[in-house]
């Protein structure tokens, strides 16, 4: 059995708690949150005894075998160090840090260790994705050519999610003061993940990020200067173009990926907002034999249904268990945060920037 403490007991922490307490081979023995209320009211509804206010006292005092670490972005890096410091296999919320250099400390601190590292890029939890990304390794669709990638959030235009303007877990997302890195940290961070997956290293790329509150704008303490949108074009290693974007105003879709990939022999797409239960299918096209006989005789996409694949919690588990660290790992989180890094630094001069 894998013990595992939960540090950081939020919104997301529900999810993992429920996760590695369904999971047979683990459970959650601890938990931490600098906010009292918080923390007790989580352990009352996931029956955890030990509790603590400070991730220190969590790893002096509890006997865990790994740390989820679903603090806010700005602690991801100094408490996955403090766990991988004492022997704890680490599964990190992502993005893995705030820039790339302190991603790298963290892969630096895991050197000579062997412990399991994993960030959670939850669209992987699709299995639909997953067997996307192996049709489209094996040269299925054939040369890659062009890409679009979309990640759409509405909760700055609606209510769907609560009230941003009112609520401490929605306002430290708008501001840099309060570590955020805006939508580009938050789910530019998937979508870069997700759109290159499947296609390989990004060689450039070109990004325009926008914040639309006006500059000082001001809600509580927050300073709501994080970025709210953003556009990117990129070309990989392998010559294959696209486009990856996010925005908090797409008004109309709660939490939608979408991605298309265009090969010369076929191509692949998937969408959903919700990647196990809607995220267990992707569409699949070679229909390039068909001429042009009536408008009603469309080209055919096909539908291929998937059985569920692990989570990344699951797998996190299974690699403990297993000894083989399991994607995505921390090294993986590095290389998306070495591209978030890239577009931001894009979006400031203007122009393209080669990621390495
Ligand atoms: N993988 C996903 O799809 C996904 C989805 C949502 C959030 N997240 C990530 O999860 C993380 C947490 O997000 P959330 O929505 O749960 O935020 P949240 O604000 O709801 O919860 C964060 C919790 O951490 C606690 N905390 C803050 N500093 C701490 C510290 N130093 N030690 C212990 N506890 C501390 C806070 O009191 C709070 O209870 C973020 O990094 C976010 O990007 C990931």
């Known amino acids: 059995m894998i013990k595992v403490g939960i540090v950081g007991t939020g919104g997301i922490a529900e999810w993992h708690a429920s996760a590695f307490k369904d999971n047979k081979n683990s459970d959650v023995v601890a938990a931490c949150d600098v906010n009292n209320d918080r923390l007790n009211e989580f352990c009352d509804k996931f029956n955890i005894d030990h ?39 680490i599964f990190c919320e992502k993005p893995l840090a705030e820039n790339y250099a302190d991603a790298k400390l963290m892969c630096d601190a895991l050197k000579g260790k062997n412990l399991i590292n994993m960030v959670n890029f939850s669209y992987r939890n699709s299995s639909g994705y997953q067997e996307l990304c192996k049709m489209v390794k094996e040269g299925k669709i054939g040369n890659i050519m062009h890409m679009d990638a979309n990640y759409n959030q509405s909760w700055l235009t609606s209510n769907y999610w609560g009230n941003w303007k009112e609520q401490d877990k929605w306002l430290w997302r708008l501001s840099t003061n309060h570590g955020s890195k805006g939508t ?35 809600i509580k303490d927050y300073i709501l200067d994080a970025n709210d949108t953003f556009l990117s074009m990129v070309e990989f290693d392998n010559g294959a173009i696209g ?30 907002d919700d990647p196990i239960n809607e995220g267990n299918k992707f569409m699949f096209t070679n229909d390039t034999e068909r001429e042009f006989s009536s408008k009603k005789d469309k080209l055919k996409w096909e539908e291929i249904n998937c059985p569920p694949s692990p989570t990344n919690f699951e797998r996190f588990i299974e690699s403990i268990e297993s000894n083989t660290n399991h994607e995505p790992d921390f090294d993986r989180g590095a290389e998306i945060q070495n591209i978030l890094d890239k577009c931001y630094e894009s979006s400031e001069l203007g122009h393209w920037i080669d990621i390495n």
């Open 51 to 89: 509790r603590y206010n400070s991730v220190d006292e969590l790893l002096e005092q509890s006997d865990v075998d790994a740390i989820s670490n679903t603090t806010p972005d700005a602690f991801h890096k100094e408490i996955s160090i403090k766990a991988i410091e004492k022997n704890k296999h």
């Open 184 to 218: 580009l940290g938050d789910i530019g961070v998937h979508i870069f993940d997700f759109a290159s997956r499947p296609i390989g290293k990004i060689k450039k790329l070109n990004s325009f990020l926008k914040t639309f509150h006006s500059k000082g704008e001001k």
């Open 243 to 272: 486009t990856i974007n996010a925005t908090r105003f797409a008004t109309g879709y709660s939490n939608r990926l979408e991605l298309r990939i265009f090969g010369d022999k076929g191509a692949v797409k998937i969408e959903f």
